[in-house]
């Protein structure tokens, strides 16, 4: 059974700090930092949102864009994070409820770094295509933390986008997913920690690059393709340079990784990167055109997939939600107290009655 | 229904009383009430208190049982009831009083209104207060009690073309009469730049669009009007009180711009008493907030609907004016401990209808009229008083 | 630790339910057994239903001094917003400067966190409005 993508949303919170303005903070060359990760500024999430807020309003965004769909169809959804509210008490049950999810459903919350929403997407395949579930909702939200005065802190930003899983009326038919998967300690948090941890340059060539090319290579063996093969390739994207280096070293070009790459405007969204990058891809994709997917997530895993995009998406009013540039264009900038003040950074007294 | 007169009154100053605690502030009310009444414990049939929380601000329910021990009024085993209504938890302790002693039930009971705010921090005590409103569907949104009545303000400008200044002018008016009154939690006069000038609340409402935290404690003896001149030369007879009530949140009305409950209490009152408000002189009307005070005097009959603005800022309601409102401060300026407010206001009235007003005297004072909203007008109790 | 009280609300609070009367057609947020219109006629015919979350803002203000678990959204909007039902709604105004905010203007509801039961407890989640995306 032919599998795919029946709709799409996202979402990314208005709020922009610039690398200029973090490094003037800690006395770091903010500039160079931007130029370096080619970032020119990152989203930041209101005190009132989380990953809870953003996965709902791109799953109500993807709902919005298929009418005909009742929500009471939906079997399976799965909300993939590192950044979920809650240690224990899933996200997913509370996404269900607020789009109109039935009782009839399986929930669970994934976690695998950057990379839990492509995994929750490949759940659903498998639900849909064993004809257990007629539709899987799989989600990649994160409003990731970096530590105060860290590089992680340039770029970790906060974003998602929601897919829905099915077998017909689909926009883009999910030819093959294959994933590559070792042990690889590139980029931690312990429980109970409020900052994530990074091996430096230890998560760039044995963990990133390996990983990625690996899983590339073999979505491209497996379905005997080339990258000229693709009008699109949306790799992660923790900043705006790895992509095209490792696209270069697969045989892609910058052409074909430009519409999927946001980082350099919003940030590393996280579990939300490779999932708002294909979104912005769906925004503008032709039928027949191709998309190569390689999500990334530290730990580490890569899961690639190929894409078909179908005549369905010419029928879909894709304006019925907004589309990722809208998100990336309706923004307001703030300063570093605004943002540690927003991103609960600074220390507040307990109440006293 | 028998008549039913006023034979005493007794209130404390209303402040930040640090050294006064909830017990001692009913009891000092009480004690001044049955003084003036020149009354005996074992004259007192039952004990009516107004109190809004008690259970929040200082961690006691059953206040009414406590006053009742601690004025010494238990030992006869009196009934004892607490009335709560929010904001007018005074006024409907008022009017329960004074329909068991109009029913026959009782010949003399003592009402009694107190509060005791500054126990806990101002965040705190304001989150009280907010518990008015719909606690669900308004305050756990971010709306809070002043925000509510902000946007009572905002729709009366839109609607009528009221103006920041003459809203203003409320509290201008109220420091006024406030600078009056020796009982009065603020004595100063202030002007209309400080009120427009003051720190925001919610906007457009500022510090001192609002009335303060205090604590206070007021009461009223009640008598059947056919014994109350063996008590007091000067009785008050209660012409008529009447209460109404509205939907607990704002957004549930047909219109934010007037309470329904006052325009009801009123109108039913008015009825009863055969009287319209052409015929009263001195009114006490529930101003927590300047804009309140403003919907007040319009639903109350004062002044046509969308008018009060205007009226306000022509002197209309000021001492010497087409009619004395909140000769006392008002909640503005004399305080707003919750529960004595109801009962403060009667307390003013009956002293002005009785001539011992001193320096805010309302001269011919001959009916008087006291109004105390709960909520954002969830609740309204109208009271008309006459010199007997 | 109030779970309960809110989590009972969380379908009016997560999707706008509502009742409409079967008698007279008006519509109430939160829903009601009995329409204070129809009284004892519309029992048994309330309809459940849930807003659009369309509206337009009737009144507003702007918050300064604040509750304590709302310090960190100071100064915030809250509006009184009529929706498109004619059910009138309270809730906090998102995403536009306090000085754009107009009576009149369209808005529409959004999911986010209205508080929480302390650093440790349940989060609850509801809805705020937002401009409408022209």
């Given at each position: 059974m032919e599998v795919g993508i029946v709709s799409y949303g996202a979402y990314v919170p208005r709020y922009r700090i610039t690398p200029q303005e973090i490094g003037r903070v800690w006395g770091s060359d903010g500039e160079a930092m931007s130029k370096s990760l080619m970032i020119y500024s990152k989203s930041v999430p209101a005190p009132d949102e989380d990953v809870i807020t953003i996965a709902t309003e791109a799953a109500k965004n993807m709902m919005r864009r298929v009418p005909g769909v009742d929500p009471k169809d939906i079997g399976a959804l799965y909300v993939g994070s590192e950044s979920h509210p809650y240690a224990v008490k899933p996200s997913g049950t509370i996404v269900a409820e607020a789009i109109g999810c039935s009782t009839d459903m399986t929930v669970a919350d994934f976690e695998f770094a950057c990379k839990a929403g492509t995994a929750a997407m490949q759940t659903c395949m498998g639900l849909v295509g064993s004809g257990m579930v007629k539709y899987g909702v799989a989600i990649g939200a994160d409003t990731s933390q970096g530590a105060p005065g860290d590089p992680l802190e340039y770029s970790a930003s906060a974003g998602g986008a929601s897919f829905l899983i099915g077998a017909k009326d689909m926009i883009a038919v999910i030819n093959h997913t294959s994933s590559f998967t070792t042990d690889t300690p590139d980029f931690w948090r312990r429980e109970g920690q409020d900052y994530p941890s990074h091996g430096g340059r230890f998560t760039g060539e044995p963990a990133y690059f390996k990983h990625v090319t690996s899983a590339a290579k073999l979505v491209l063996k497996r379905t005997g393709s080339q990258p000229a093969d693709y009008q699109y390739a949306v790799f992660h994207q923790p900043n705006g340079k790895f992509p095209q280096r490792v696209a270069k070293m697969l045989g892609f070009t910058d052409k074909q990784v430009e519409v999927g790459l946001l980082t350099p405007r919003i940030g590393n969204t996280y579990s939300g990167a490779v999932p708002l990058g294909l979104s912005a891809v769906l925004d503008v994709a032709q039928p027949g055109e191709r998309i190569f997917v390689v999500a990334y997530g530290s730990g580490a895993g890569a899961d690639g997939f190929d894409i078909t995009v179908t005549d369905g998406i010419a029928r879909m009013d894709r304006s019925a939600a907004p589309l990722v540039s809208h998100y990336i264009e309706d923004k307001r900038v703030i300063d570093y107290a605004t943002y540690a003040k927003f991103r609960g950074k600074i220390r507040v007294k307990e109440e006293v009655a | 229904m028998r008549e039913v007169a006023v034979i005493g009154i007794g209130d404390t100053k209303f402040g930040e009383l640090w050294d006064l605690s909830f017990r001692d502030l009913g009891m000092q009310a009480g004690l001044l009430a049955v003084n003036d009444a020149k009354l005996?414990?074992?004259?007192?049939d039952a004990l009516y208190v107004g109190n809004m929380s008690a259970g929040r601000f200082i961690e006691q329910e059953h206040v009414a049982a406590l006053i009742a021990d601690y004025s010494g009024l238990a030992r006869d085993n009196i009934p004892a009831t607490r009335i709560e209504a929010a904001g007018a938890s005074g006024g409907l302790a008022f009017r329960e009083g004074y329909l068991a002693v109009a029913s026959g039930m009782h010949d003399i009971v003592v009402v009694g209104g107190a509060e005791?705010?500054?126990?806990?921090g101002d965040v705190f005590a304001n989150e009280i207060q907010s518990s008015a409103a719909d606690t669900q569907w308004e305050v756990v949104f971010g709306a809070t009690f002043p925000a509510l009545h902000a946007m009572i303000a905002r729709r009366h400008m839109h609607e009528f073309g009221t103006t920041r200044e003459q809203i203003a002018q409320v509290a201008v008016k109220n420091h006024k009469h406030g600078a009056l009154n020796p009982k009065a939690q603020f004595q100063r006069e202030i002007e209309l730049s400080t009120v427009l000038k003051s720190p925001q609340v919610a906007e457009p409402l500022g510090v001192f669009d609002c009335a303060p935290l205090s604590d206070g404690a007021a009461a009223v003896v009640l008598c059947s009007m056919d014994k109350a001149r063996s008590y007091t030369t000067k009785p008050v007879r209660i012409v008529a009180s009447s209460q109404a009530s509205d939907t607990l949140a704002l957004h549930a009305r047909s219109s934010i711009t007037s309470f329904k409950s006052t325009q009801v209490a009123a109108r039913e009152a008015f009825r009863l008493a055969r009287k319209t408000p052409a015929d009263v002189q001195l009114a006490e009307v529930h101003d927590n907030f300047t804009i309140s005070e403003i919907l007040a005097i319009e639903d109350l009959g004062f002044f046509p609907k969308g008018q009060g603005g205007k009226a306000t800022m022509d002197g209309e309601t000021m001492l010497g004016g087409k009619v004395a409102v909140?000769?006392?401060?008002?909640?503005?300026?004399?305080?707003?401990p919750i529960g004595a407010t109801g009962v403060a206001q009667i307390v003013e009235i009956v002293q002005q209808l009785r001539g011992e007003a001193g320096r805010r005297q309302v001269p011919d004072a001959l009916l008087g009229l006291a109004h105390n909203v709960g909520g954002t007008g969830a609740t309204a109790v109208v009271s008309l008083l006459e010199v007997a | 630790m109030a779970t309960a009280r809110f989590w009972r609300e969380n379908p009016s609070r997560y999707n706008l339910k509502a009742v409409r009367c079967g008698n007279c057609g008006k519509v109430f947020f939160p829903p009601?057994?009995?329409?204070?219109?129809?009284h004892r006629k519309s029992i048994g015919k309330m309809q459940c239903m849930n807003l659009k979350g369309e509206g337009e803002v009737y009144s507003y203000t702007v918050v300064h001094e604040a509750p304590s678990q709302f310090e960190v959204l100071k100064p915030y909007v809250v509006a009184m917003v009529k929706m498109d039902e004619g059910v009138m709604l309270t809730s906090q105004l998102i995403d536009s400067d306090p000085k754009d905010v107009k009576i009149g203007m369209r808005v529409k509801t959004t999911l986010r966190r209205i508080g929480e039961d302390g650093p440790g407890g349940v989060i609850y989640y509801g809805y705020k409005f937002a401009p409408m995306k022209v």
């Open positions: - | 005996a414990a074992e004259d007192i005791k705010m500054t126990d806990v909140n000769t006392s401060g008002g909640l503005k300026a004399r305080g707003d | 009601r057994a009995v329409c204070s219109v129809c």
